[in-house]
Nanobody, 119 residues
Framework: QVQLVESGGNLVQPGGSLRLSCAASGSISSIFLWGWYRQAPGKQRELVAHIIGTGSTNYADSVKGRFTISRDNAKNTMYLQMNSLKPEDTAVYYC?????????????WGQGTQVTVSS
């Protein structure tokens, strides 16, 4: 089992910055894929960025050059640094982890943290 807890969501003006954190606990040694997703009102949940065990990263086109995903293995924490925020970045942001198990991959989600970009 893996537990994920996000924090850092807030109200910010356009052009501002936020850093989201995702603290992980439990059987995290077998996690091979970490990610951030978001869901805006009336829209489907979408991938924002992910990072695999080797450190390779991937970003949605809409956030490339503005967002940075990273992990601190010593703190068992994943981050999403968000710069140059736009109103269309407003959403609930979810932390995601995929764990390798004998019966196949298991996916875990955090509870979400609200990011609102508005003047």
């Amino acid at each position: 089992q893996v537990q994920l807890v996000e924090s850092g969501g807030n109200l910010v003006q356009p052009g501002g910055s936020l850093r989201l954190s995702c603290a992980a606990s439990g059987s995290i040694s077998s996690i091979f894929l970490w990610g951030w997703y978001r869901q805006a009102p009336g829209k489907q949940r979408e991938l924002v960025a992910h990072i695999i065990g080797t450190g390779s990263t991937n970003y949605a086109d809409s956030v490339k050059g503005r967002f940075t995903i990273s992990r601190d293995n010593a703190k068992n924490t994943m981050y999403l640094q968000m710069n140059s925020l736009k109103p269309e970045d407003t959403a609930v942001y979810y932390c995601n982890a995929v764990q390798r198990t004998l019966s196949g991959p298991s996916t875990y989600w955090g509870q979400g943290t609200q990011v609102t970009v508005s003047s």
